[in-house]
């Protein structure tokens, strides 16, 4: 099984509200980290213009380019559920590596401010997913932007649009994530 993301832009209003629900959940430090990072896209010439948003996270790829970017196997993808995990144990820090950052196309791997940062990330919550809940990005979002289960389920749900405007595609790693564009 593959669990995934859900975003549909039509909804989102750019409030941030995920990523701060987000940042509080996991007590990431103020600084640099966002495991949920809300990209504004403006499209278009007066006086024809359009703002859409895009709410991204790591969306454990298929095939996860950190994973076989990291020299040291920090890096791994559950086989249970598909989520890209990563050793802080393991992992060498900013300062002495960085390969995971540099190989993922939608800057997933995240550091904080301080001195060797180990790298850290959006993990789907398991934490909350053991417990039956969703990740706490869906359940703060309040337009329902967000959603997150089996893949599987959200392709029969919401279909298959795999990309999105502001978004890289990259078919070569497979970003477990559905889109509704707007």
Partial sequence: MQVGFYFDQTRCIGCYTCGVACKDWHNVKAGPANW???KTIEQGKFPDVRVTFLSSACYHCANPACVTACPVGAVS??????????DKEKCLGKDDCGSCREACPYEA???GAEENAKMQKCDLCFDRRREGQKPV???ACRTR???????D???????????VSGMTDSPRVKPSVIFKPK
């Fill in 109 to 111: 791997p995240q550091f």
């Fill in 36 to 38: 949920r990072r809300v």
């Fill in 145 to 151: 932007a967000l959603d997150a289960g089996p893949l």
């Fill in 77 to 86: 993808k559950r086989e249970s559920d598909g989520i890209v995990a990563v």
């Fill in 153 to 163: 389920e959200l392709e029969a749900k919401f279909g298959r649009v795999h990309g």
């Fill in 137 to 139: 990005c869906v359940a």
